[in-house]
């Protein structure tokens, strides 16, 4: 397959969706993680997880909308989902150990 042939925007298009879908995933994980100390600063993770959905993913989105840089798009959304996996992975971590 050819470089010209990809479509890059139905490609950037997924990821975003895709990242999205796991930003909304943390919500439910999050919420369900078990009161290590009663404090509820597990809550807090969300904020770190809506930085990243908010530099690489709505971006993303406008410029899937919008139809510009289609592979610049592509490559902004797939480093959305690497920065989603190690923080994700840190925070996994420091959770009390639950079923997420």
Do not use: N
């Given at each position: 397959m050819a470089l010209d042939t990809v479509n890059f925007r139905k490609i950037a298009a997924l990821?975003?969706?895709a990242g999205t879908l796991?930003?909304?995933?943390?919500?439910?994980a999050i919420a369900?993680?078990?009161p290590g100390d009663?404090?509820?600063f597990q809550r807090l993770?969300?904020?770190?997880?809506?930085?990243v959905f908010g530099l690489f993913f709505l971006p993303a989105w406008l410029l899937v909308a919008i139809?510009?840089?289609?592979?610049?798009?592509a490559a902004l959304a797939v480093c959305g989902l690497i920065a989603f996996a190690v923080?994700?992975?840190?925070?996994?971590q420091e959770f009390p150990r639950a079923v997420l």
């Open positions: 990821v975003a969706a796991f930003w909304l995933y943390t919500f439910y369900h993680v078990p009663g404090t509820g993770a969300v904020f770190p997880l809506g930085m139809g510009r840089l289609p592979r610049f798009t923080l994700w992975a840190q925070l996994l």
